[in-house]
């Protein structure tokens, strides 16, 4: 969409009212305090906003910006790259049906025509009905293919009604009839509308990400899931002492130890890379003993079983 074909933007004064409720500031806190940067929560924030605006006008988006700590062009990017964001007003019932491989195949070109004869409407996404209820918009692969062809209503899979609830029972496909009890329901509850967290029901009161503004959880200590330690450590006597071992590959240093007997003491001998394989000791003996402990940033594994050099 490009600065010229924008619709009609509010201005924030008119969209604070609904943004900046208590509600909705402890809402978007909630968020932040789960994430090491705010603007990690960026993509919810502006969730948060066209569920409470059913659109998101550029006032909106500028609100996400600020509560995330990021700049509104970054916002506004993020918000026109994902086709889920609406950057103009739809009526309160979103019908998206799926024109797809499977659907298409399964008739629902024809069900888009009958959609749009239905409410009055192309299925451009673009057109609001008359009563203001409904926008329609033809749209890729649902992901429900087993149901085609499929819709979805706002947030949910919808081919049919059944017990008073918008739904999708299994292998229940949309077909002319059941769209139509689907609008018809959609009418009769216009002013409930499909009550449903926009967030999936996320849980307020966790402790958050560390260090995050407003958490309280606190760092792991760094030896909570020690690394792997090195693997079929062999010893070879001869001119010296040749070590070879396996190491997993997040591990970052490997230390090298060595004593006179299994019992120890141990001193360090040498540290190598992880691209490391093998390592000679020059001065080693047959019956000298040794044992690597592998390091992966600040954990530190146990050390490995111990090789008796051996000719």
């Known amino acids: 969409m490009t600065h010229a074909n924008l619709p009609q933007q509010p201005t924030f004064a008119e969209i604070a009212p609904r943004l900046e409720t208590p509600a909705m500031k402890a809402r978007v806190a909630d968020l932040i305090r789960r994430y090491p940067s705010p603007q990690a929560a960026l993509l919810q924030v502006l969730w948060l906003a066209q569920h409470e605006l059913q659109w998101l006008p550029q006032a909106a988006i500028e609100w996400s910006a600020h509560q995330c700590k990021t700049s509104p062009v970054h916002a506004y990017g993020v918000a026109t790259f994902y086709t889920m964001y609406q950057k103009a007003p739809v009526g309160k019932f979103l019908l998206q049906i799926c024109q797809n491989v499977t659907c298409h195949a399964l008739g629902s070109e024809n069900l888009i025509a009958h959609a749009e004869k239905t409410l009055g409407i192309p299925a451009d996404g673009a057109h609001v009905s008359a009563d203001g209820l409904f926008t329609l918009l033809r749209v890729e692969c649902l992901g429900a293919c087993g149901n085609g062809p499929v819709m979805q209503v706002n947030d949910d899979f919808a081919t049919d009604v059944v017990d008073g609830v918008v739904t999708m029972p299994k292998s229940i496909s949309l077909t002319t009839e059941r769209f139509d009890k689907i609008v018809a329901w959609c009418r009769a509850n216009k002013e409930k509308g499909l009550v449903r967290d926009p967030l999936g029901g996320t849980l307020a009161g966790d402790l958050g990400h560390p260090g995050a503004e407003g958490a309280s959880a606190q760092k792991q200590n760094s030896d909570y899931a020690p690394p792997p330690p090195a693997l079929a450590v062999k010893a070879i006597a001869g001119t010296g002492v040749a070590l070879t071992w396996k190491a997993a590959p997040e591990i970052t240093e490997l230390r090298i130890e060595h004593s006179s007997t299994e019992s120890g003491p141990w001193a360090p001998l040498a540290t190598c890379s992880p691209k490391d394989k093998e390592f000679a000791h020059a001065t080693g003996i047959a019956g000298d003993c040794y044992r690597i402990v592998?390091?992966?940033?600040?954990?530190?594994?146990?050390?490995?079983?111990?090789?008796?050099?051996?000719?």
């Open 294 to 311: 592998a390091v992966s940033g600040a954990r530190v594994a146990k050390p490995s079983q111990i090789a008796k050099a051996g000719v």
